[in-house]
């Protein structure tokens, strides 16, 4: 007899693949609007989540991650020949500079502006290795990094921005095969407003399924085709303070919805959770050994604002196998002092299976940033590791490679 086994990370992708394709195609086309439920992956009704206190998670015996990101900014061969040999020693000297810090994990940028720093079927090539979007090199940029960092003992994560087309003019020009140009210049209406602009910046509208479906069979395929230990996300959902670039949606949901609709902040809060537990199961269902992150604001009002229902992840099994949260702050910040922040972060991620590993601003050292209190320490970076550690944080992240040298 043969015996099938599955883990129970990949059997809770497997029930979140059902119950998002339910929410997606039960009551409504891939070409409307999600009427999404806010916390999609919820236990039975009358039973509590399963959480654990902060000393219980902080007891795991798993290694104390210490990982660096490498921005969008690091990877723009820009300056360069623009050839794989030019690549190859960008990343060489990332990846080398990242192990002499004494770093473990890189969180490489490979999918910054609906784009690909790798091979993608859906997605254009980046603007940084060609100098134009959607012109395609000869190598495979994502496959070179990761051998470089095996061969260095680094874990590698893919770095993604799923939402984001452009911010701040960036790039300036859009290849024919990025979606956003696909879907405004076809004939069919119904996926016009598969994006929306707010304040100049365009975004991925995450209210419709196809949207949703794009994003994740992203995902899958960048699990299935490179070594990489994980995906991890950041804090680009919906802009803040614009109610206006997805009202469109949130009527024709809420006629849909009746008496029982949810507020607009709610809403979107659904969309934003039905598309992370999404990249979830796509992640554990493709590959049972790699993980998958999410990076929010430090602030709880910010998140707030963006529609990242950070709570639910972190107390939640299946949203995420880690949080890091961007604790960008001073230990003596006027108003969000870091101690506190990192208590705060601590309680908050109490699921028993996600970490927390503190993003800290590498970037911010030796400046008079937070009111000029990143002064008043020389020993900033290495006291707020020492305190994560004390706090229970499962590792931290430093932001970003381009202050290294500050260590």
């Not at 919820?42 to 039973?47: H, L, V």
């Not at 395929?221 to 009202?247: A, N, Q, T, W």
């Not at 009111?371 to 970076?381: A, C, P, R, V």
Request: hydrophobic residues 35%; aromatic residues 12%; charged residues 20%.
């Amino acid at each position: 007899m043969t015996h099938f086994h599955i883990s129970r990370k990949q059997l809770t992708a497997l029930l979140l693949s059902v119950l998002v394709l339910a929410v997606s195609v039960g009551l409504i086309s891939s070409q409307s609007p999600a009427v999404t439920e806010l916390s999609p992956v919820s236990p039975p009704e009358g039973k509590p989540p399963e959480v654990s206190s902060p000393s219980q998670v902080s007891a795991e015996t798993q290694s104390f991650v210490k990982a660096v990101w490498v921005p969008f900014m690091s990877l723009n061969l820009a300056g360069t020949d623009r050839t794989e040999q030019a690549a190859r020693k960008r990343l060489t000297e990332i990846f080398d500079k990242i192990r002499s810090a004494g770093a473990d994990t890189v969180f490489l940028h490979v999918h910054p502006f609906c784009d690909a720093l790798y091979k993608s079927k859906s997605f254009p090539s980046s603007h940084l290795l060609s100098g134009q979007q959607g012109k395609n090199v000869s190598y495979d940029f994502l496959a070179i990094a990761v051998t470089l960092a095996r061969q260095r003992g680094l874990k590698l994560h893919a770095w993604m921005n799923p939402l984001r087309v452009s911010y701040n003019q960036t790039p300036s020009a859009f290849a024919e095969n990025n979606p956003y140009v696909k879907w405004q210049n076809d004939d069919d209406i119904a996926n016009d407003r598969y994006t929306f602009e707010s304040n100049g910046n365009i975004y991925l509208n995450a209210a419709y399924p196809a949207v949703r479906r794009l994003i994740t069979d992203e995902v899958r395929e960048l699990v299935s085709h490179y070594d990489i230990d994980g995906v991890v996300i950041d804090d680009y959902f919906y802009p803040p303070d614009d109610m206006e670039c997805d009202r469109a949606e949130y009527d024709l949901y809420c006629d849909a919805a009746g008496e029982t609709y949810l507020s607009q902040a709610n809403w979107r809060k659904g969309n934003i959770n039905t598309l992370v537990s999404a990249m979830y199961s796509a992640v554990h269902f493709t590959r049972a050994d790699c993980q998958f992150g999410i990076s929010p604001q430090c602030n709880l009002s910010n998140n707030e604002k963006i529609s990242a229902d950070v709570v639910s992840w972190g107390k939640i099994n299946g949203y995420a196998d880690y949080l890091s949260p961007q604790t960008y702050v001073s230990q003596s910040h006027p108003y969000l002092p870091f101690d506190s922040s990192v208590d705060q972060w601590r309680s908050l991620v109490c699921c028993p299976d996600t970490r927390l590993y503190i993003s800290l601003a590498l970037y911010k050292v030796g400046t008079d940033a937070d009111n000029g209190t990143w002064l008043l320490k020389k020993d900033n970076i290495s006291s707020q590791i020492d305190y994560a550690r004390k706090a229970g944080a499962d590792g931290y992240a430093l932001y970003s490679y381009q202050d290294i040298d500050k260590l």
